[in-house]
């Protein structure tokens, strides 16, 4: 399998060469030239699979043997999982007879972002041992995805992670779990701004392109396709777990921020999978907006309880156009230019047709939380985080735990992680030896503030890094 750009380029790429480059040459994201087809013979096959092996099964659909042979794939997998503090490393909570909780937070930083994020830094690892090399990831974080990156390179002396919060935008536990970490790989920025400031940031530093080639330098964040890829996985065993009979719909309602979750869920389908999504937002509700009303324009970001999904453009939803559009570099040029120019974004019929074909979407307030987090608890003693809580929400008001026979509710995050949340709502709090432990250890976390120049700071941060590894003689440049 090659990759090519949603932006239209006829460059074609290998698995490596997508984790080692953040965008292409066109400033598009890298997606599998083909979706894989997933019959359901194939399910069939797969029912009895555990997670780890539904997740192997994947990656061997889209990584060539002749860039990683089958059997190192699933031994970079399996050693990918061990740290995760349940043995399944994933498992089903029934809610009801009809909805049942996908549990993706038992890794490290006890969010979803670690299923993917562990297999992304063993990929990188091995392919930067190989060449003898070294990479630097520039993660931009609402909340959830610096924790995972960060854990995720313990250990791991080729890769560096350069991580940027918005500091009022964070749960306290969501921080700790970045500036806790003692590695001296891990360098952590909390940042007096938004993510949309972050976000600016991020792209102008990546698409600097003599910069990132002398420094080595990309990202961990969902624009990475392995990510992605991983998550495909999630719905597929949701799937497998949920469906009676192989060929039965599943209904997945997946929180939706970024938009990596539902865009891998949307692959899942278009590859031959029985899923009908659904994609729920908080008030920032940009996914929404361009998938029921074909029209959306830029906006400030609003905070809110479930802090991980306040994010004013889903960036993944240029991967969404593309496989609406049949891979139309073109559409997607058009769509995302005029978005960031601050214009009102519209797409083309046939393509806003397709996509509300494959999902539905909704929006979620803050008082919708609320009260999706007592009833689970009051009704169910299920402790959910704020941002599970807005699937739960959906599904409660929406009544498919009654219309529907096969539901799955995606928890994207450990309720413990939300103390103060947890408090406002009325809630106990979740007991949690882990957060217990990170509450005890030291924090190390510089800070950008509004006033001082963030990209000077940051590239000065990320060029010592590459003289730091030029010498340790590991000083190859990822071409």
């Known amino acids: 399998m090659k990759f090519r750009s949603t932006r239209g380029s006829d460059q074609l790429i290998t698995f490596e060469e997508t984790l080692l480059s953040a965008y292409g040459k066109d400033g598009g994201m890298w997606m599998a030239e083909r979706v894989p087809e997933i019959s359901l013979e194939t399910l069939k096959d797969w029912k009895h699979l555990s997670y780890i092996e539904v997740v192997q099964k994947v990656v061997a659909l889209h990584v060539s043997e002749d860039e990683i042979p089958y059997k190192e794939q699933e031994e970079l997998l399996n050693r990918a999982y061990q740290k995760f503090n349940i043995k399944e490393v994933v498992k089903m909570a029934a809610l009801t007879k009809q909805v049942q909780v996908m549990e993706l937070f038992h890794g490290e930083s006890m969010a979803f972002k670690d299923l993917a994020m562990c297999c992304v830094s063993e990929f990188l690892q091995y392919f930067l041992e190989k060449r003898k090399s070294f990479f630097t990831a520039f993660i931009a974080t609402s909340g959830d995805t610096g924790g995972s990156a960060a854990y995720s390179v313990c250990g791991k002396p080729n890769i560096d992670v350069v991580v940027l ?79 009676k009979v192989i060929g039965d719909y599943v209904d997945i309602v997946v929180p939706t921020g970024g938009a990596g979750n539902i865009t891998a869920c949307f692959l899942a389908q278009l590859s031959g999978v029985p899923i009908r999504a659904h994609a729920v937002t908080n008030i ?71 996509i509300q074909k494959y999902m539905q979407t909704a929006i979620i307030d803050q008082e919708g939380i609320k009260s999706a987090m007592l009833k689970c608890y009051s009704e169910h003693k299920y402790f959910v985080c704020p941002h599970t809580a807005t699937a739960l929400s959906y599904i409660f008001t929406r009544n498919l735990d009654k219309d529907y026979k096969n539901v799955v509710a995606m928890a994207t995050a450990h309720p413990a992680k939300f103390p103060e949340i947890l408090e406002s709502v009325g809630l106990p709090p979740v007991p949690s030896t882990i957060v217990d432990g990170i509450r005890k250890q030291e924090k190390r976390c510089l800070k950008l503030e509004k006033d001082s120049n963030w990209r000077d700071l940051i590239c000065k941060k990320i060029v010592d890094i590459t003289a730091k590894h030029q010498a340790n003689n590991k000083s190859l440049l990822c071409n």
């Not at 964070?170 to 921080?175: C, D, G, N």
């Not at 003599?210 to 998550?231: D, H, K, Y």
């Not at 994010?311 to 939803?317: M, V």
């Open 165 to 243: 919060y918005p500091q009022t935008f964070v749960s306290e536990i969501q921080a700790m779990m970045m500036t806790s970490i003692p590695d001296d790989n891990v360098h952590v920025y909390a940042v007096e701004g938004d993510m949309m400031d972050i976000d600016e940031l991020m792209i102008e530093i990546l698409y600097d392109k003599e910069f990132v080639a002398n420094n080595n330098l990309g990202t961990m964040n969902s624009i990475t396709f392995c990510r992605l890829m991983v998550q495909m996985a999630h719905h597929i065993w949701a799937y497998l777990q949920a469906a």
């Open 284 to 354: 920032n509700d940009c996914f929404h907006q361009i998938v029921t009303n074909n029209s959306v324009k830029l906006a400030k970001v609003k905070k809110t309880l479930a802090p991980a999904m306040d994010i004013s453009f889903p960036g993944n939803f240029e991967r969404v156009i593309w496989l609406a559009s049949n891979q139309s570099g073109e559409i997607v040029s058009a769509a995302i230019n005029t978005f960031l120019n601050g214009e009102e974004m519209h797409l083309p019929e046939f393509v806003h047709n397709k």
